[in-house]
């Protein structure tokens, strides 16, 4: 038709949408309907999210991922920018050699990452046995893997399998701004330090911004490394250590599929908090004039 215009970017987006009805929306709105019925199929109100919430294994479970989340996150904002902006900064063939290195263990899946951290926080076999014994004080596997020491080893894990990826994000977003700037800011003697802080961290606050909502969602959804690590160590790790463990426990062992779904729900609700707390503060989808 004369005067329609198609958007640019529809061609790249169409062949994704039905994936994303298929794998995204639909199961979405089938928990949205199993969190808000009971096992007749009658409509509960919020029956199953106050049922849930009473469950003595609820609270620690949030808190767990809480905590684990809060440190996942400052380790990749703060080195993965820190890395990315040092390596823009000497871009040359050893920055490439590094960025190639720091995006090794992403080729790992998640589950082989764990099995790789199990034999390394093993006091017995591990080469960073010193620091397990200096660091944690651990002499044996069920030390290393204490209750306190969980939230961080699995942020360790989560770091060393996803940062490699958003360091070549990050440096690519860097690639972006135009090298007059830089130019500029050398020339009124600006130092490198200062370029870095000043001019190229703000202009890819929204990259950040990008890399922090994707983490979060990531990371409320934690499943295989605690799973992983409860039976390795036989039980030793409990098997509700996070939210999607207690909604796994209560859909397969106790047939509880709605209470499953209103915790699906709940993390639903909070990684859509969080990504519009995000996307307000930082002006992500703002267009610059």
Known sequence: MRGLRVPRGLPFVLPYLPFLIVFGIAPTIYALDLAFTNATGGWAWFHNFVRTFDDYRFVPAFKHILLYTSVWLAMLVVIVVGLALLLHGRANRVSSTFRFIFYMPGALA???SVLVWLFMLDPVVSPGRFLLQHVLGATLFAQSIAPGNLPFIFAMIAFWTGAGGWIVVMYGALNTIPHDLEEAARIDGA?????????KLPLIRKWIAYMVILSFATGTQLFVEPQLVNEASLGLVPDTWSPNQLAYQLAFRYADFNGAAAIAVDLLFIGLVGAFLI???????????
């Open 279 to 289: 996307v307000t503060r930082t002006g992500l989808f703002r267009t610059d004039d």
């Open 110 to 112: 998640g589950a082989a």
């Open 191 to 199: 130092s490198p330090i200062q370029i870095a802080l000043r001019l």
